[in-house]
Nanobody, 122 residues
Framework: QVQLVESGGGSVQAGGSLRLSCAAS????????MGWFRQAPGKEREGVAI???????TYADSVEGRFTISQDNGKNTMSLQMNSLKPEDTAMYYC????????????????WGKGTLVTISE
């Protein structure tokens, strides 16, 4: 089992920055890939930034150039630096991990944190 706990959400004005963190514990050696996902009210959960087992990074087009994912394996933490935030970035942000050796998508992730809320005002 893997436990994931997010932190760092909050409310900022458009153009501001936030840094989210995810602390992983438990059987972290089983993790193949990790990533950040978000879900806005009335919308489906979507991938924001993914780091696969080879260290390759994938970003959603909507956040490319503004968000940066990083991982400190020694501390079992993963972060998401979010800059130039926009109102459309408002959502619940989730940290997730895939231990199934799958495709590192929202459908293959088998561990999820409870989420942290990010609210961006005009």
């Amino acid at each position: 089992q893997v436990q994931l706990v997010e932190s760092g959400g909050g409310s900022v004005q458009a153009g501001g920055s936030l840094r989210l963190s995810c602390a992983a514990s438990g059987y972290t050696l089983s993790i193949v890939c990790m990533g950040w996902f978000r879900q806005a009210p009335g919308k489906e959960r979507e991938g924001v930034a993914i780091r696969d087992s080879r260290g390759r990074l994938t970003y959603a087009d909507s956040v490319e150039g503004r968000f940066t994912i990083s991982q400190d394996n020694g501390k079992n933490t993963m972060s998401l630096q979010m800059n130039s935030l926009k109102p459309e970035d408002t959502a619940m942000y989730y940290c997730a991990a895939d231990s199934n050796g799958g495709s590192c998508t929202v459908y293959s992730m088998d561990y999820w944190g409870k989420g942290t809320l990010v609210t961006i005002s005009e």
